[in-house]
């Protein structure tokens, strides 16, 4: 039986009451914006599931982060995981539909590990199907809430299937978002890309900056850039 829980190195994260556990592309996501940050930023995470991304962030800023959590199951693990760590003063979390809900401020930086598959094969379990697939929040609809609730110099990111990240680019080009970096992630260099990891502002630029992330090497250890950019974080590292 899998563990209820994750352990990094400062936090654990507790998913036994949640469909989507913690997984290494949203860890990525979580390690790689820190840095793209203002250190006393406002943030929302739209879909915060168990707080991971939330948590990440907070470890490395001092920004005041804001989650919102539609599943009440998630919800409840949620408030748990935000409340046992050393920057619960900095975190609030909200049960809601984002696509409804009324934020009390308008976000510097806005995160989502959004459902990814919105015309594949639907989970027959009602939560994994709001967790995975975007029946209730598609990205056409998650743009418009990101440009609802962003300041107008505020940026976001997001974590896409790979496949998708075009058909999401071009969303957010009409929202009047640029896209500044893309992060392309493989498992091996044997891999095709199954990630991408967008970086937008309101800044308009006419090239994005191209970069690419290797999980694992051929021998399967993990490669140096996966070590520089999770060793915060991962227990073992």
Known sequence: ?????????QFTIHQDRVAMKVCTDACILGAWFPAKMAQHATVLDIGSGTGLLM??????TQAEIHGIE??????EQLK???SQNDWKERLKVFHGDARSFQFPVKYDFIISN???????????DDR????KHSKHLTLHALIEVIAANLQPQGAFGILLPYHRWEQFNKLATQQNFSLTEKLIVRHTPNHAPFRAILHY????????TDLQLTIQQEKGVYTPEFVALLKDYYLYL
Do not use: C, G, W
């Not at 039986?1 to 190195?9: E, G, L, R, S, V």
């Open 201 to 208: 502002t309101r800044n308009h630029q006419n090239v994005a």
């Open 1 to 9: 039986m899998a563990n209820t829980y994750f352990k990094f190195k």
């Open 70 to 75: 539609i599943d009440m199951d998630a919800y």
């Open 128 to 131: 994994e199907q709001v967790a």
């Open 55 to 60: 948590m990440m962030l907070a470890q490395r």
């Open 80 to 82: 748990e995981n935000t």
């Open 114 to 124: 959004p459902p990814f598959f919105e015309n594949d094969l639907l989970s027959t």
